[in-house]
């Protein structure tokens, strides 16, 4: 018997074919770490390939050649950073760029040589094959490189931070066991006082702050050890060196903020107030956020000021680019990449991407586990149904959803629209019920219970 069905009918439609525009003004580099090869038409120039070195004096002449050629738009690969210094050489010239992915412009089976890869990108961007990356404005691409800058020097504090744990280790001094961390007031305290050169642990133990739940005894019996030169030397050189990265980061994060007052205020009021405590919030820096986007992003659950930081300095605060929500998770790499031959599909599985968005929404989504909200509920509810890789991604998936929202409709987080608290409690009150009835027992309101 022949479906019918309405989805089999929309699955036979065919689809609507896109046409290509070509582009005759269309020029095409192959970069290399020492000497660019670039293509133009063959009538432009009776020499339509030619080599240029890579040295700035070099680029600037490639950019006049092609300007001679009456060239329009170009097409490159992004292939690692040898691009960058071209790629903005070329836009303030006035060229449009076109930085295409080299697994979509792989060429046809044969002999590869530079020439050929010039000559094949200029083709495929001149009968309109190519499809530009995403790059944001040159102010949003300032605040990235800062922002990524920061990270490296946080990864490098971070590393110098296990090399002091290691060192106390080695000594058996445990100063983790006595304080929750380190890096606080108490921990940093005792870290200098043992590098000046004290080591009584009851001297020691006095540097404790009044709120430290331990008393100075138990600090103190934590703080004897076997003290070593090699590794006191070790612990003085590691300790300095973090606190040099921190220096860094404190004036990274200065100049940060110079860069990011380049971004234009979407609004002058003030931040609404948190919709839920978090130490780990800095209220400037929120402000001066909702002051970018014209959004709070933070009231989302699981969303704080960095992965804030991220989306700024990964997409920026204009969202044009990406023509709907599906096509902004698509980019991120958190849906599936369905593809089809022969009527049957041959991958559902996300896109393996590089992006720096992507994997700070997957981190806010995995603390949706601990979050009363609809939001942590749903993702309870994907994880005993998907397991936890896929939960994540599926979480990290709404979020990308919700934040696209947010930014470019301008409208304020509402979880009420991501479910119903009372409906919620009603499931939750059916499943107790439904799993007392299949132990036999009856369950009672505490209320009821009590007037009886």
Same mark, same amino acid.
């Given at each position: 018997m022949a479906k019918s069905t309405a989805h089999t009918r929309k699955q036979n439609q065919p689809a609507t074919q896109v046409r290509p525009e070509p582009c005759p003004d269309a020029a095409g580099i192959d970069l290399g770490a020492t000497v660019h090869y670039v293509a133009v038409p063959p009538e432009r120039d009776k020499q339509p390939v030619r080599s240029f070195g890579t040295q700035t004096g070099d680029l600037q002449a490639l950019a006049d050649w092609l300007i001679a050629c009456k060239i329009k738009t170009v097409a490159m690969e992004a292939t690692g950073v040898y691009w960058i210094p071209l790629f903005q050489? &070329? +836009?303030?010239r006035g060229l449009e760029v076109c930085l295409v992915n080299a697994r979509h412009v792989k060429n046809v089976p044969g002999r590869k040589t530079d020439v050929q890869d010039c000559q094949w990108l200029q083709y495929l961007h001149s009968v309109g094959l190519l499809h530009a990356s995403f790059r944001p404005p040159a102010v949003v691409c300032a605040v990235r490189a /800062?922002?990524?800058h920061r990270e490296s020097l946080v990864r490098s504090g971070c590393e110098h931070l296990l090399r002091v744990q290691k060192a106390l280790d080695q000594m058996n001094v445990q100063v983790h066991r006595a304080v929750t961390d380190i890096t606080g007031e108490t921990g940093q305290s005792i870290l200098e006082a043992i590098i000046k050169g004290e080591r009584r642990p009851e001297v020691l133990a006095r540097h404790r702050d009044h709120r430290c739940k331990k008393s100075e005894a138990e600090i103190a019996a934590a703080l004897r050890g076997d003290w070593r030169p090699e590794h006191l030397f070790t612990l003085r050189q590691s300790f300095e060196a973090w606190q040099y990265h921190r220096k860094l980061i404190v +004036?990274?994060?200065?100049? &940060?903020?110079?860069?990011?007052?380049? &971004?234009?205020?979407?609004t002058k009021e003030a931040a609404p107030p948190k919709m839920r405590s978090d130490k780990r919030c800095d209220e400037p820096t929120r402000q001066h956020l909702f002051e970018k986007f014209g959004v709070d992003l933070t009231a989302v659950d699981g969303v704080n000021t960095q992965t804030v930081y991220v989306f /700024?300095?990964?997409v920026g605060p204009d969202l044009r680019k990406f023509e709907s929500a599906e096509h902004f998770a698509s980019w991120l790499g958190l849906c599936p990449d369905n593809r089809k031959t022969g009527g049957r599909p041959i991958g559902v599985s996300t896109r393996a991407v590089a992006n720096r968005l992507s994997t700070a929404l997957r981190m806010a989504a995995q603390s949706l586990s601990r979050v009363e909200s609809p939001l942590g509920d749903w993702f309870r509810r994907m994880k005993a149904k998907l397991g936890a890789p896929g939960a994540i991604t599926a979480a990290a998936?709404? /979020?990308?959803?919700? #934040? *696209?929202a947010m930014v470019k409709f301008r409208q304020p987080?509402? !979880?009420?629209r991501l479910g119903n !608290?009372? /409906?919620?409690?009603?499931?939750?009150e059916n499943a107790l019920r439904r799993a007392a009835r +299949?132990?036999? *027992?009856? #369950?009672q309101p505490i209320q009821a219970e009590a007037v009886s």
């Open positions: 050489i &070329l +836009e303030d /800062l922002v990524r +004036e990274c994060e200065t100049e &940060l903020h110079k860069q990011m007052d380049g &971004l234009a205020d979407q /700024l300095s990964e998936h709404k /979020l990308a959803r919700v #934040l *696209y987080f509402d !979880p009420a !608290p009372a /409906l919620r409690r009603a499931r939750k +299949e132990l036999g *027992y009856v #369950l």
